[in-house]
Structure formats: structure tokens, C-alpha cells
């Protein structure tokens, strides 16, 4: 009893530079049960009004209709810690439900939180990255409201005091997209834990409550309202899972909920400083879903407004609904007020020191938009740039194959193409390859020798993705050297235009398009090993001397 009296006091909570974990004593999980509860569900007519889908492809023009968007967006990224935020039960997605509680992260009375030190340091990781002002002393809150999901009856999170703010997030929109850089204010980052999770069933007569999620690490990011368009918040979306995924603080799954984004939407006419009244969207679980909802609901909006029905935009929550590409709504926005707000009493303050935070920060690797910086001064397409930093380990990947010194170009160009293709087609990601970035700048080299050619290449860069070992191996063992002897060529070509009389006559008659013809039906002689540099010259040579 003493021991749990003396864990409610509120001392700081001093983080220094030896990144402990705190965690409580693991609780055997408890019996798996479910809770039923009645479940409200909103019908919406299945059919679209035709004027808002011609309006939805009018949303990117929302300028010239007299009207523009304000759109801000809150990310909630699930950490990846071994334990959940306030006790030692370990979180997996997938689990059996309710296999993974204690009586803390189920709210049970009598019952104190333990911070996991591993949530701070996620915390000021993705606050550096997105160039915040980390706080020194933060503090937690109890944020009050009532779900079946939510067995304290409040959620542990962080009010006026975050522990990052003002910061911004630099993104580069997409080519087929109009291109540009874009500077994305970020107005706070605060740690809080995630509810548990209502499974509804089939008939919506009952929902059944999985705590499994209940007290798992969250990381809030709040976005200013800068964002014009639905292309903009899904590429500001895009940027935060990537930075999510380089830092390693989780894996931004947003299938698996791991990321969600919550998007407000409001109108207003051009040149008017107010902003209009905000309408919240949720239940989008991909970044085109997220652009297609935003678009929708501003076209929703603009068409209240031009129908004098301005009115009807009320501060609401709506969800977007994938099959009829709209959104429906759900319940009435809570007011800051409602959730009545006030400091935590069994946590204490979280102080950090200036030695803790240099040396996570010294700990973190290049982040995405350095390494498009990077790769654009390499002379790299801004195509090129932003698909190879899209994926870290791609990245890593590519930047390995340099190392190697490959040509960057070349490398980008094997990786983009053909590589990606056949992992695609596989389902495989780039570090479940068996093609590593030495055999690939190997590869790469042996083209620009003349050993290979790019065709032999295509069928060597296949075996050793699927297979692995080296290339010197696979060109002996499939006896795949590129034929550069112009004496061999000349035979060859010699031997197929003898073969084809009917094709060399239609030449001679004006049909020049038939030398590729030619150029084939020697490759094919060759087996594809004929260099096609010393082939074109023979064969333009032997067309041309019989015209």
C-alpha cells in the first residue's frame, strides 16, 4: 500500500541522457470478455446527388467559383514501444481480444499510470524532425469524455503545455500534381494514450469493446490550417508516414490504424480574413481517400454557400464513405470545453535537459527531405527524387549501390524500372530481395564496359533478385557475355539478310523501318548478346552499300 501511495506523487519526472524505461510489473493478462452495447448507426440514401459529383470534379477550380478551401489536418501516430504508455502490457496488432490488458490500461480503481520513458523519446524525435521548439517541463492532462471504448471515463493526454510546438513540415508535391515545395505549419505535438476499439456487429443491434488498444502510445500532431487543396493535405499526410517510417518511432500502417489523419474542411470567399465554420472528417484510411474526401466536402460546401444555405454548415463531425464517395454525419463537434480539461495527478511533470535532447538528436538519420535535397544536387529528375526518397529502405538501398560507386542516374533508372516492377509483381519489398546494392553497381558497370548489354542485363538483374549470388557467376554459368567481335557480327548480319530476300528487297524499295527487323532477327541470332552498338554500324553499313 505504501508503495502505491508513493507512486501518485507528484515529483518530476527527470529525463536525461541514459533513455531508461519505465514501465510497470507485467500483469497477467486477464479473461477474455466482451462488452455489448447498443449501436447508433446513420442511413444515408444510397444515391449521390448528381450536382454534387459534378461538383467534386470542379473542386481543384474551388478558386475561380469565388471561394477558397482552409484545411488543417491532426495525425495520430501509434508508437512503436514494446509496452503501452502507462503499464507493462505489451501491445500486438492482431491479437485475441482483450488478451493484452491489466487492470491500469482497463481503467480499474485504485490503479496508477507508470510513463514509459520510450514515449518521450518518440515524442521529441518527431518533434526535431518537424523542426519544433521542444518544451523543457510538459505535464499531462486528463482530457474527459464518455465512449464504451474509453473505460476511465477520460483519456490521458496534454493540454496547454505539449512537449513540442510551432514547427513546420516541408513537402514536395508530386510532378503529375503540378509540382512546387510546400511549408506546412505545425502548431504542437503532444503524447496521449489510444482508446480501446468497438467491434460492431453485423445486424448493428450490439458492439462488442476490444481493450487491446486501450493505453497504447499516441503522438498527436496538430497541423495549421494551411493547406488550400485535397492534393496538398494528402501529400502533408504522405510526408508525416515517411518521417514516421525514417525515424522508426512507428510503422505508419494506416490499414492498421497506425496513422490516422482527421481533416478539418471549411470555406470562405476570396479576400474574406474569417475563417469559415469547420467541418472535421474521418474514417479515411489512404491518402487518396483523404484528397477524394476533401474535395468532396468542399464542394459541399461551396454549393451551401451558392445556394444562400450557408447556414447548414454547422461545426460537426463527418465520416467519408469509400462505396458512395461522400461524406454523412456522425455526431456534433465537441467544444474544447466539454472535454473539461485538467492536470493529471498520478503523473508528474515530464522535465527534459538540454544533454537528453542533443543526444537523440545527434542519434537521428537524414530525413526525407534532406535526401531529396541531396538527390536533386546529384542531378536527379524531381520524379526520380521523390520516388527513391519515398521509401527508406529503398533509399538506403540506392544510396548503398553509390557507395559502390555506381552512377547515379543508372541506378536510379535499374531501381525505378525493372527492379520495382518485379517486386511488385512479387509482393516483395526492396530489403526482401536477394539483389544487394554491390551486385547491382556490378551489374551497372559491366554495361558501361560492353561486357553486357542493358537486354543481357534485364535477364541477370531477374536472377539475382530472385536468386541472389553475383554477377561474374551468372554471366559464366549462362554463358551471357556480350559478343563484341565485329568480325562474328558481320556474319551474322550477313547470314540474315541472306535468310530474308523478301524483307531486304521491300528495303531497297523504301521500306527503311524493316532495319529494325533486321536488328532483331540478329539479336535473336545471338541470343541477345550481339552489341547493339557494333550491330546497328555493321548493319547500317551493309544496308546502305546495297541499296
Avoid at 200 to 210: I, P
Avoid at 282 to 304: G, H, T, V
Avoid at 468 to 479: N, Q
Amino acid at each position: 500500500m505504501a508503495l502505491t501511495l508513493l507512486r501518485g506523487i507528484r515529483t518530476p519526472t527527470l529525463f536525461r541522457a541514459n533513455f531508461s524505461l519505465f514501465c510497470t510489473t507485467q500483469h497477467r493478462p486477464l479473461a477474455h470478455f466482451t462488452t455489448r452495447a447498443e449501436s447508433v448507426q446513420t442511413t444515408e440514401p444510397k444515391a449521390v446527388p448528381k450536382s454534387i459529383q459534378q461538383a467534386t470534379k470542379e473542386a481543384a477550380e474551388q478558386k475561380t467559383q469565388g471561394f477558397e478551401s482552409v484545411i488543417g489536418i491532426e495525425t495520430h501516430v501509434q508508437l512503436s514501444t514494446i509496452t503501452k504508455a502507462f503499464c507493462s502490457c505489451p501491445h500486438n496488432y492482431g491479437s485475441q481480444p482483450n488478451s493484452t490488458v491489466c487492470p491500469t490500461c482497463m481503467g480499474h480503481p485504485g490503479t496508477l499510470p507508470l510513463l514509459n520513458a520510450k514515449v518521450v523519446e518518440c515524442a521529441v524525435k518527431m518533434g526535431l524532425a518537424l523542426n519544433c521548439k521542444i518544451s523543457m517541463t510538459s505535464k499531462f492532462d486528463r482530457k474527459q469524455y464518455f465512449y464504451p471504448d474509453l473505460p476511465k471515463g477520460y483519456q490521458i493526454s496534454q493540454f496547454d503545455i505539449p512537449i513540442a510546438e510551432k514547427g513546420y513540415l516541408d513537402v514536395d508535391i508530386p510532378v503529375e500534381f503540378g509540382g512546387g515545395h510546400r511549408r506546412f505549419g505545425v502548431t504542437r505535438v503532444h503524447m496521449e494514450e489510444d482508446a480501446g476499439k468497438l467491434l460492431h456487429s453485423e445486424s448493428g443491434s450490439y458492439s462488442q469493446v476490444d481493450l487491446n488498444r486501450a493505453g497504447v502510445p499516441l503522438l498527436e500532431i496538430v497541423s495549421e490550417p494551411d493547406m488550400r487543396t485535397g492534393i496538398e493535405a494528402a501529400e502533408y499526410g504522405a510526408e508525416m508516414q515517411r518521417l514516421v517510417r525514417y525515424l522508426g518511432v512507428g510503422n505508419g500502417n494506416m490499414d492498421e490504424g497506425s496513422l490516422r489523419c482527421d481533416v478539418n474542411v471549411s470555406v470562405r470567399p476570396i479576400g474574406q480574413s474569417e475563417f469559415g465554420t469547420k467541418v472535421e472528417i474521418k474514417n479515411m484510411n489512404s491518402f487518396s481517400a483523404i484528397s477524394r474526401a476533401i474535395d468532396y466536402e468542399i464542394s459541399r460546401q461551396i454549393l451551401l454557400h451558392k445556394g444562400s444555405q450557408a447556414d447548414q454548415i454547422v461545426q460537426e463531425t463527418r465520416l467519408w464513405d469509400e462505396s458512395s464517395q461522400k461524406t454523412f454525419t456522425m455526431r456534433k463537434k465537441e467544444g474544447l470545453a466539454d472535454y473539461r480539461y485538467f492536470p493529471e495527478p498520478d503523473l508528474p511533470e515530464v522535465v527534459l535537459t538540454s544533454e537528453y535532447i542533443d543526444e537523440i538528436r545527434n542519434l537521428m538519420p537524414e530525413l526525407p527531405e534532406a535526401k531529396r535535397r541531396r538527390y536533386e544536387n546529384m542531378g536527379l529528375s524531381m520524379q526520380d527524387v521523390i520516388f527513391l526518397a519515398n521509401d527508406d529502405k529503398v533509399a538506403h538501398f540506392f544510396d548503398s549501390t553509390l557507395e559502390h560507386g555506381a552512377d547515379a542516374k543508372l541506378a536510379a533508372n535499374w531501381i525505378m524500372g525493372d527492379i520495382t516492377a518485379y517486386l511488385k509483381d512479387e509482393k516483395l519489398s526492396i530489403d526482401e530481395s536477394k539483389l544487394t546494392p554491390l551486385e547491382l553497381s556490378e551489374m551497372i558497370a559491366y554495361i558501361k564496359n560492353g561486357t553486357i548489354s542493358g537486354k543481357i542485363a534485364k535477364e541477370i538483374v531477374v536472377d539475382l533478385i530472385a536468386k541472389g549470388g553475383t554477377v561474374k557467376s551468372v554471366i559464366e554459368e549462362k554463358d551471357l557475355v556480350q559478343i563484341t567481335d565485329p568480325a562474328a557480327i558481320e556474319a551474322m548480319v550477313d547470314q540474315v539478310l541472306a535468310d530474308n530476300p523478301k524483307q531486304l528487297e521491300q528495303y531497297r524499295a523504301g521500306k527503311t523501318k524493316l532495319q529494325g527487323y533486321f536488328a532483331g532477327q540478329v539479336m535473336k541470332a545471338s541470343k541477345g548478346k550481339a552489341s547493339p552498338v557494333l550491330l546497328n554500324k555493321i548493319l547500317g553499313e551493309k544496308l546502305k552499300g546495297s541499296c
